[in-house]
């Protein structure tokens, strides 16, 4: 994947299941709109109350290794007996566009997308206790934030203060305010 020109960020959030991720990231993408949530494809059966092409694109198996097999996923997993993947295209899309793109996806897909994109900003969200998910907790180190997410409003600002401030880190305002930089004589 060539991100010489993406102007958006990526970011990512796992964590084990019990720590409270889908409902952060839901309010933080209510709270900041330029910040979009990728859409996964699964091949799970839809739950009550989920809608196709919201919460997921709801597809075959057929269906999904026919994708597979066009590398049509930036990543994708086998989680919890079922395949899960994000689709490259839109992500790309959304990037170049300028939009700050959200993954919500397991820690096998975190490492792949890791590997292909260096400057994903990645948060693991912790739950406040951590009896009955010592086992679970073993891929930590490897994210760049950690949100323990003991209070759920303040779990929800520090998501916010983790976006916010990877958008002020240098090489991304470089980037984003170049004529400024170069008006300014500061090196970019
Ligand atoms: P659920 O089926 O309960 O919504 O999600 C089960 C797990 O799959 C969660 O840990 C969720 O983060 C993960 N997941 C959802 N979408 C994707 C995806 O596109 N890729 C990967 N690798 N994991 C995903």
């Known amino acids: 994947m060539d991100n010489s020109n993406a102007k958006g960020l990526l970011f990512l959030v796992s964590a084990p299941s019990g720590a409270g991720k889908s409902s952060l990231v839901h309010d933080l993408i209510t709270k900041d709109p330029n910040v979009h949530l990728s859409i996964s494809y699964t091949t799970r059966e839809v739950r009550p109350g989920e809608q196709d092409g919201v919460d997921y694109h709801f597809i075959s198996q ?8 066009n590398h049509e996923f930036l990543e994708w997993a086998f989680v919890h007996g ?4 994000t689709s490259r295209l839109w992500i790309e899309q959304e990037l170049a566009a300028g939009y700050d793109v959200m993954l919500e ?3 096998q897909g975190a490492f792949q997308v890791k590997k292909i994109f260096p400057d994903v900003i990645s948060t693991f969200i ?3 206790s951590i009896e009955a998910l010592k086992q679970r907790l073993v891929h930590a180190p ?3 934030y950690v949100i323990i997410n003991n209070d759920f409003n303040q779990a929800s600002c ?5 976006i916010r401030a990877a958008r002020l880190r240098y090489e991304c305002q470089a980037r984003r305010e170049q004529a400024l930089f170069a008006s300014l004589g500061v090196p970019a």
């Open 62 to 69: 057929e269906d999904f290794e026919e994708r597979k097999k």
């Open 82 to 85: 079922n395949y899960y993947g």
């Open 105 to 107: 996806i397991d820690w």
């Open 126 to 128: 912790l739950p406040p």
């Open 142 to 144: 490897q994210f760049d």
């Open 158 to 162: 520090e998501l916010q203060s983790i």
